[in-house]
């Protein structure tokens, strides 16, 4: 059965691609069937697995597809990566999306649509988010069975982390019944800051009653930073790495909440 999966936070920073990309392929590690999809007019996600930004056919192409009622083959946009995994890529020209959908009927469920075309062919489907709470991240939100949300321990963090805790619960009644919270993931940790100790357990003071928090944190590490030029996750940059055994500790507890 599938699992889809968003990873979102409205704040850009906080390591969303990466834990997408690392998530994906450490899934993948384990033997699982693993599709990522880039819902960011960015494209990081896509840049980010070393693909170009000027595919011809992407997530836009996918959505509109639905939109208009056309026939197509859903797996038309995936790419296969050289770790195992497939990406559905995006680019600038997804910007345009966010608006049009404001002019379609169930405009909250149309990526739900194209997604659940490709449900059994995957165990996983993780989906890269803007860092705003748009009609893209809404969509999102509303095909998926769970949000995992990158949080960096700084002082602002709590109150970015409330705003889209309030959307994810808006989205839970009107649109997703099924959708849970995965958990708040630590990232770009400091833990040797005073400070980032601090931030880490006012959040779990505020939040840990009811929402799970990942055991395992992601350090701010540079060979996680320099992951993003080369086109591949941390294990096969340097799998040795701190940044790849917290992602492989991370992949572990993401297995035993399935």
């Not at 404001?102 to 996983?124: A, G, N």
Request: net charge negative; aromatic share 6%; proline share 3%.
């Amino acid at each position: 059965m599938c699992k889809v999966i968003a990873i979102a936070n409205q704040k850009g920073g906080v390591a969303k691609t990466t834990t997408t990309i690392n998530l994906g392929a450490g899934l993948t590690k384990n033997g699982k069937k693993v599709v990522l999809v880039d819902a960011d007019p960015q494209g990081h996600l896509t840049m980010g697995m070393g693909f170009p930004k000027n595919l011809k056919v992407t997530l836009k192409s996918m959505m509109e597809n639905i939109i208009m009622g056309l026939e197509f083959d859903p797996k038309e946009a995936v790419l296969h990566h050289e770790e195992g995994m497939d990406l559905i890529p995006s680019n600038k020209l997804l910007a345009g999306m966010d608006m049009s959908l404001f002019t379609v009927e169930d405009r909250e469920k149309v990526l739900k649509e194209y997604l659940e075309l490709l449900k059994d062919e995957y165990d996983y489907i993780l989906i890269d988010c803007m860092p705003s709470l748009g009609m893209l991240t809404i969509n999102a939100l509303s095909a998926a069975d769970s949000v995992l949300i990158p949080v960096q321990p700084q002082y602002y963090a709590a109150d970015g982390l409330m705003e889209l805790l309030k959307v994810v619960k808006g989205i839970h009644q009107r649109f997703n019944p099924e959708l849970q919270i995965e958990g708040i993931l630590f990232t770009m940790d400091n833990c040797r800051y005073n400070n980032a100790k601090r931030n880490k357990q006012a959040i779990k003071t505020t939040y840990g009653n009811d929402i799970k928090i990942f055991e395992q944190t992601i350090p701010r590490t540079e060979s996680l930073a320099e992951t993003a030029s080369e086109g591949v996750s941390i294990f096969a940059y340097d799998g040795k790495s701190k940044g790849a055994d917290s992602y492989r500790e991370l992949v572990q507890e993401v297995l035993k909440h399935a």
